[in-house]
């Protein structure tokens, strides 16, 4: 994006620039060039081979997606495909943005991958003895990843492992931050779990009568999950279920905080339902034509979603993803 100003419009500056930096007077007419800027991008984003298990954002309108076609695909603002990483380690279920362009994944081979911002392996975290579903950072150049081994492991930012959460009865679908230096996970035994930042389990939640697929943290103590029953389910801060919002016709996959108390939740219903603060269903996205795996907030009223279609799709605040 750049500024063209000046009495007759000839010079170019970045528009990241401050006005007082390039000399240009308070009230002074400018003329923006949008030239090759594109905003607020909506629509379906294609190259997967295969189901696209996770999706992370990674700013400035930039996406990363891992596929069972055993890579990631990084996004630009533009939805085009600029990078694809291969390390190959088997089917690829999650990505979380480690922050400065660099990427953690959890595969197959029952490892975690750390990706350097030019695209290029780093490191592989060895210690789960099953496959690695899910993955987030914790912000402190530490990971912390879920696996069907039932455990959840915290690395520290060298990759080598600080300590391994025991107590789910069978696999652990997805891991959370609370970010407060505590975790939530959900697992095949139909429960979660809240993990102290010392790695001791708090707080049992029960209440799902399936698998929990899906958590995710609203940022004020409270939890949401989305459950092979049908539902999406709200924990207050102190565990008690507050809220059961109800509307999906198939295994709710995967949960996403959009700030502001409003949920996503994708289905193998093959739509995705924004759930106001009071529970209520406001919108409902139809365009895949398979069950959807992933959905992630984009932080400007967008939310992308990824599926078993193989696309991904970047949904307008309105529902349109043309």
């Not at 099953?130 to 530490?142: A, E, F, P, Q, T």
């Not at 679908?173 to 708090?202: F, H, K, N, P």
Request: aromatic content about 6%; proline content about 1%; overall charge negative.
């Amino acid at each position: 994006m750049q500024v063209l100003y000046g009495p007759d419009k000839v010079d170019v500056v970045p528009l990241t620039l401050r006005w007082e930096e390039v000399g240009v007077a308070e009230g002074a007419l400018v003329q923006v060039d949008w030239r090759g800027v594109v905003t607020n991008f909506t629509g379906v984003l294609q190259g997967h081979t295969s189901t696209v298990n996770a999706v992370a954002n990674l700013g400035n309108g930039k996406i990363a997606s891992a596929s069972h076609d055993r890579t990631v695909r990084i996004w630009n603002a533009s939805g085009k495909c600029e990078k694809i990483l291969d390390g190959d380690s088997g089917f690829l279920f999650a990505v979380a943005h480690l922050g400065n362009g660099r990427l953690a994944t959890g595969a197959f081979d029952e490892t975690v991958r750390i990706w350097g911002a030019d695209g290029e392996s780093e490191k592989v975290l060895k210690g789960h003895t099953d496959l690695v579903v899910s993955v987030i950072s914790l912000g402190d150049g530490r990971v912390a990843s879920g696996s069907y081994d039932r455990t959840v492991r915290i690395w520290d930012a060298n990759g080598e492992c600080q300590m391994v959460l025991e107590g789910h009865q069978d696999d652990v679908y997805s891991v959370a931050s609370m970010g407060d230096g505590r975790l939530v996970s959900g697992s095949y035994d139909g429960t979660i779990r809240i993990w102290s930042a010392d790695g001791q389990c708090e707080r049992q939640l029960t209440g799902h009568t399936d698998i929990v697929r899906s958590v995710a943290s609203l940022g004020d103590g409270r939890v949401i999950s989305g459950s092979y029953d049908m539902t999406v389910r709200v924990w207050s801060a102190d565990g008690w279920c507050e809220m059961i919002l109800e509307g999906h016709t198939g295994v709710v996959s995967c949960v996403a905080s959009l700030g502001k108390g409003e949920i996503a939740s994708g289905s193998a219903d093959k739509t995705v339902r924004v759930w106001g603060a009071d529970g209520q269903c406001r919108q409902v996205f139809k365009g895949h034509t398979d069950t959807i795996v992933c959905v992630e907030s984009l932080g400007d009223g967008r939310v992308v979603s990824g599926s078993q279609d193989f696309t991904l799709r970047v949904w307008s605040p309105d529902g349109q993803c043309e």
